[in-house]
């Protein structure tokens, strides 16, 4: 049997321009009302970048969440309801000075974390090439790897951003990567 739930209340309490504090009442038969918290926030959006030469262009930030300098994907948030495809390809540019050769494919359209988060992760993959005159963001440095190199840092664990390795899982199960085992 199953049980029904009805959730009785919602309220916002906004926290930043980033992040939004939810708390939702929810009502389970025969039981007492339970409080659950999640954060709202924009939808991120991250591309995968191969060049015709197999290299492929990584950022290298600080990250105060996790207190230290992170490998990632391009990417960023979604902030001002953009077409998705048109925010990877922006932030490809401005993160790695790379240039979108080809439309972005979409890889998929993935729920970060049902438990807390309340946005999507919009996955994108690009064949790109750098263009002279790109001046890098204060902050963040591109690092080029080969796809070995990729593979290997993530066996690792110096690349450890689960939903970018998410992004490299669909794009070798759509056939836009492969690696020599």
Known sequence: M??????????????????????????????APQTFHSLGQAD??????????GSIPIVR?????????????PGGLNDVAEEPAV???RELYEETGFRALSEPVL??????????LENRIWCYFVTAAPESGWL????VDRV??????????ILNGTFDHALHIAVVG????????????
């Not at 930030?61 to 490998?71: D, E, F, G, N, S």
């Not at 080029?144 to 840092?153: K, M």
């Not at 669909?170 to 085992?181: C, S």
């Open 144 to 153: 080029i790897y080969t796809r070995d190199q990729l593979r290997s840092e």
């Open 87 to 89: 925010v990877a390809i």
């Open 61 to 73: 930030q600080y990250r105060p969440a996790v207190q230290r300098i992170t490998l990632e994907l």
């Open 2 to 31: 199953s049980r029904k739930s009805i959730l009785t209340e919602t309220t916002r309490e906004v926290l930043s321009p980033w992040v939004t504090l939810l708390t939702r009442t929810v009502v389970k038969s025969d039981s």
């Open 107 to 116: 890889l998929g359209n993935l729920i970060p974390d049902t438990g807390r």
């Open 170 to 181: 669909l794009a070798l199960m759509h056939g836009h990567l492969n690696w020599e085992v």
């Open 44 to 53: 991120y959006v991250s591309v995968l970048a191969v060049a015709p030469n």
């Open 136 to 139: 890098p963001e204060d902050g």
